[in-house]
């Protein structure tokens, strides 16, 4: 008997990451690889979350505190929101998921930018809900033509910003703008993965906390970022306590693991350690911005710690040999720009090493 598939799964592509380095010296038979595909953090772990990590680890016998008690009160007196108006995803991915899961049902609408991060077309779809996709404007997310593009059936509108794969972000003005024109009913799903790289007090990204009067913001943030945590796979969302409510309806009772939540609790107070991550990545940036500079390679200037680079038709060709030399990149192809390719900023030596496997393939490929 022949298995029986779900239609909306039928065409729904299986999400690709980038390859693990593990996977990449397997298949080449390389030594060294230096993965700069996934915007992780390369300088690793704040070495408070390692210590907690050590301290947490015999006691993994136990299922973890599925209310995750510490790190809530903790994060609750630093976002200065209420504990009820707080929960804690499988890395943030999760969130999109549950958000999706709990708001928006057969007939319901999705609306989002492309191209911007797969997973909220991906989730959309495979609840089967009806996805629209907004162009992006010059690399940024057109939230006037968004906002035309509400209708009655629109549940959830997901905002990456800073936007991966872009690192462009909306301003203040825009995003208050927009959210003057959406109707009550709709929820706004503020996905910040790189807040903590884009935020500067004074300046214009904004802060979408200060939203949640509104009542229909969700905010979203991560600990795999510039914390250093993707491996533990923790983020958390803020919003009404009614909205938090529906989405713990949803989520499975022991969704972040005990390792993760003392990681995150650890590293949540590293001040120093978060400081340092971020000045290294802006000296990352401006260091790999001379460089694309002086190759003559078109970049978008980035908010995030990533950026997207222009190396025109034969850029999968040049994607190709840069992993052949040990160097992971994202080809975007599948985001629907075949002339691109999204680079994360990693450590001084690793954006040398990049900068100069560049130059060779461009020079090997002409291009
Ligand atoms: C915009 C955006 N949102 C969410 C995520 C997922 O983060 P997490 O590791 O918390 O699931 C990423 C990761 O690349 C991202 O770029």
Known sequence: MGLRIKPELRDLEVYKPGKPIEEVQRELGLGEVVKLASNENPFGPSPRALEALREALPRVNRYPDGSCYYLRKRLSEKLGVGEDRLIFGNGSDEL?????????????E???????????????????????EVPLR??????????????????LIFISNPNNPTGTY?????????????????????????FEYAYEEGGDYPDSLRY??????????????????????????????EVIELMNKVREPFNVNSLAQAAALAALDDEGY????????????????????????????????????????????????????????????????????????GRREENEAFLRALEAAMRRIGA
């Open 170 to 194: 909306v301003s203040r003005g825009e995003v208050e703008r927009f959210l003057d024109s959406v109707p009550g009913d709709c929820l706004v799903f503020f996905d910040e993965a790189y």
């Open 212 to 241: 949640q009067d509104r009542g229909n913001v969700i905010t979203a943030r991560t600990f795999s970022k510039i914390h250093g945590l993707a491996g533990l796979r923790i983020g958390y969302a803020v919003s009404s306590p």
């Open 274 to 345: 978060l400081r340092w991550v971020r000045e290294m990545t802006e000296a990352g940036k401006r260091q790999l911005y001379r460089g694309l500079e002086g190759m003559g390679v078109k970049y978008v200037p980035s908010a995030a710690n990533f950026i997207l680079i222009e190396l025109g038709p034969r850029a999968r060709e040049i994607c190709d040999e840069l992993l052949r030399a040990g160097v992971v990149v994202r080809y975007m192809g599948a985001w629907g720009l075949p002339r691109h390719a999204r680079v994360t900023i």
């Open 110 to 132: 999705v609306l989002t930018a492309s191209p911007t991060f797969l997973i909220y077309r991906i989730a959309a779809r495979a609840e089967g809900l009806a996805l629209r």
């Open 96 to 108: 999109i998921v549950m958000a999706i899961r709990a708001f928006a049902d057969e007939g319901d």
């Open 138 to 155: 010059d690399y940024r997310y057109d939230l006037e033509a968004m906002a035309s593009l509400i209708g009655p059936r629109t549940r």
